[in-house]
Nanobody
Framework: QVQLVESGGGLVQAGGSLRLSCAAS????????MGWFRQAPGKEREFVGAIRWGGSRTDYANSVKGRFTISKDNAKNTMYLQMNSLKPEDTAVYYCAATPGLGGLNAGEYDYWGQGIQVTVSA
């Protein structure tokens, strides 16, 4: 069983930066495909980005490409989401997800989920 715990959310002004962390236990992140999703009030959960097992491949939603970066630190067994040039429309609850499978862009491809963390970007 894999447990995921997000941290690093909060309130930031537009144009600012935040780094979210997703600490994993139960399995090493190097053996997991992992992703970030977000859900804004009244909207469906949407894909933000994903990173494959070894970290050699990342994918991003068009809305965050060039602003967000996903990485893994195997020594800390943690995945990160560096968010720069934040916009009010980035406001959402952010979830990390993981799977020993291939992962991908769809929430259904992930087996394990964190509890979510709020990110609020003020105008």
């Amino acid at each position: 069983q894999v447990q995921l715990v997000e941290s690093g959310g909060g309130l930031v002004q537009a144009g600012g930066s935040l780094r979210l962390s997703c600490a994993a236990s139960g399995r090493t992140v190097s053996t997991l495909a992992m992703g970030w999703f977000r859900q804004a009030p009244g909207k469906e959960r949407e894909f933000v980005g994903a990173i494959r097992w070894g970290g050699s491949r990342t994918d991003y939603a068009n809305s965050v490409k060039g602003r967000f970066t996903i990485s893994k630190d195997n020594a800390k067994n943690t995945m990160y989401l560096q968010m720069n040039s934040l916009k009010p429309e980035d406001t959402a609850v952010y979830y990390c997800a993981a799977t020993p499978g291939l992962g991908g862009l769809n929430a259904g491809e992930y087996d394990y989920w964190g509890q979510g963390i709020q990110v609020t970007v003020s105008a």
